[in-house]
């Protein structure tokens, strides 16, 4: 079944930078683009962004552009994402998610699922 | 951006209770509207997707409608695993965006 397995939870220094890994079985890697979602305690679901896996294309949230990377290893099936210069604010669960689609005439409706277990980054001095 | 506001932000109600949720888009969306679960300490899993199309697996209980700006979660009859906080979400834009969530909470 797919499955995505994220790393481990991080605690970080403001202004540090941190790398959450995110692996992928069950299904052809490349075939698929990835998103990152991060959920900040109490908070909404915001969307930060998302990498065609098969060109390594990115596109990311105005919100993050500058300080959010994300990449991919294709003979690892692992996508990371890189979030730098990291403030309290960035404390948050991220999570990794695969995009779904379907057809319909004319353009495609897309969502996310599966998602990552998630991996908590706490940012504190 | 888009916004996404939903209401109510939380609900009491029975197991059986048919419960509603409401999504307000900022601006017209279409059916680029997803409907996700999340349960305490677990990642979102989608529910609906492209507005009324339920997602495989997932209870026939769940359906979703509208489109434009506005739009509807029903779950027909709650059951104890329904317990959780409910998001949706545009995919007619990037930034991709979401409500603030309902949580449904046991009466």
């Known amino acids: 079944q797919v499955q995505l397995v994220q790393s481990g939870a991080e605690v970080k220094k403001p202004g540090a930078s941190v790398k959450v890994s995110c692996k992928a079985s069950?299904?052809?890697?490349?075939?698929?683009?990835m998103h990152w979602v991060r959920q900040a305690p109490g908070q909404r679901l915001e969307w930060m962004g998302w990498?065609?896996?098969?060109?390594?294309?990115?596109k990311y949230s105005q919100k993050f552009q500058g300080r959010v990377t994300i990449t991919r290893e294709t003979s690892a099936s692992t996508v990371y994402m890189e979030l730098s210069s990291l403030r309290s604010e960035d404390t948050a669960a991220y999570y990794c998610a695969r995009v779904s689609w379907v057809a319909v005439p004319g353009t495609r409706h897309y969502w996310v699922d599966p998602w990552g277990q998630g991996t908590l980054v706490t940012v504190s001095s | 951006d888009i916004q996404m506001t939903q209401s109510p932000s939380s609900l009491s109600a029975s197991v059986g209770d048919r419960v509603t949720i409401t999504c307000r888009a900022s601006?017209?969306?279409?059916?680029?509207l997803n409907w996700y679960q999340q349960k305490p300490g677990k990642a979102p899993k989608v529910l609906i997707y492209?507005?009324?199309s339920l997602q495989s697996g997932v209870p026939s209980r769940f359906s979703g409608s509208g489109s434009g700006t506005d739009f509807t979660l029903t779950i027909s009859s709650l059951q104890p695993e329904d317990f959780a906080t409910y998001y949706c979400?545009?995919?007619?834009?990037?930034?991709?965006?979401f409500g603030q969530g309902t949580k449904v909470e046991i009466k």
């Open positions: 492209a507005a009324p």
């Open positions: 069950g299904y052809t890697f490349i075939s698929y683009a």
């Open positions: 979400q545009q995919s007619y834009s990037t930034p991709w965006t």
């Open positions: 990498i065609n896996v098969g060109n390594g294309d990115t």
């Open positions: 601006q017209s969306i279409s059916s680029y």
